[in-house]
Structure formats: structure tokens, C-alpha cells
């Protein structure tokens, strides 16, 4: 990811944070997608009571690496900017994730373990794979990792508004990757 998108990230997510140097950079991956690369279905949300939710609820794998000394535990987020008609819906809320933790396997963020779940908009603390409706295009959904100075021990249940706002004044360093999909 370039400097200037990691910048602008920070910026939407209301954190203001160093960018880390070439060869020491903050960087998160997947080997299920590239970076601004299409996600195949599986990985899409899947709900009775939502015709767009028309995947396997499976979450990518996401490994990460270069992470800026004192980090002490990392927080998650998965957030489509264009759900909602604009609005934005939150995928993904997961905090309390240990600084020894460099990844994720594959289906691993379905599953409460390893993280504290916080609450996403469809309200589940849970991996919510995307759902966007036929005909909007193609929505970016946004994976930010965020390094913070804060012991593990985060109160559960925590919105993405509610997390950004405890982390306020604690984060290190963040890094992002999109990934796009539509129907």
C-alpha cells in the first residue's frame, strides 16, 4: 500500500500516526487476495433473511508483519465505505488480539478465538462476510490493523466507533489492506 493511501486511512479513521520507514514497514496481507484485488465468493457473508448474503461466510487468511516495538496488542476492523448507501457497514470488529499474534488461518475470524469480538453492524461479534446488493459495483472493504500500547484487555462488545475511541492516544501504527467484491 503507498504512503499516501496508509495516510489517508489514518486520517478516516481518526488517528494521526507515523509512517514507518521502507524497510521496517507496518505492512498487513492475505494470501487469499491482493491489495484493491477481487475476494471470490466463499468469502462473502451468508444469511437466510438477506438475498445479497450469498457466500460461505468464510474469512481470509491475513498475516502481518513489522509491527513497531512496544506494540503490546493489535485491533482489527473490516469496514465497506459504500455500505449502506453510502453510510458504511462494519464487517469486523476484533481487538485484544496478543502482540505475539502474526496472522490469521483461513475461517479463523468465524470463530471467537483469539481476539475479542467487538459488535459489527449486523450486529454479531464475528467474522460478517460482505453482502453488498446486485448492481452497486464492486465495494471496497477495508481491513485495518491497528498496533496499540494497551494491554489486552479491552471490554468486549465494543463497537468500531467505541474502539476508535478507546484507542485514541494509544495507537502506534496501523497498515491496511482492501479488498473488493460485488455481485
Known sequence: MNKS????LCLLA?????VAQADTLFILQSPDFADNAMMQ??????AKDNPNCTGENASPALVW????????SFALVMHDPEGAKGQGVTHLVAYN????TTGFAANALTKEEGFT????????????GPCPPPGTGAHHYTFTLI??????ELKAGMTREELLAQLKGHA??????IGRFGQ
Do not use: C, E, R, V
Open 5 to 8: 493511501l496508509f495516510s489517508a
Open 41 to 46: 465468493k466463499k468469502f462473502a457473508g451468508n
Open 117 to 128: 469480538g467487538g459488535k459489527n453492524t449486523p450486529g454479531t461479534t464475528t467474522w460478517y
Open 65 to 72: 508483519s513489522h509491527p513497531p516495538s512496544g506494540t503490546k
Open 97 to 100: 488480539i496478543p502482540s505475539s
Open 147 to 152: 498496533a496499540t500500547d494497551l494491554a489486552p
Open 172 to 177: 502506534l501504527a496501523a497498515t491496511g489492506l
Open 14 to 18: 481518526g488517528l494521526s500516526l507515523p
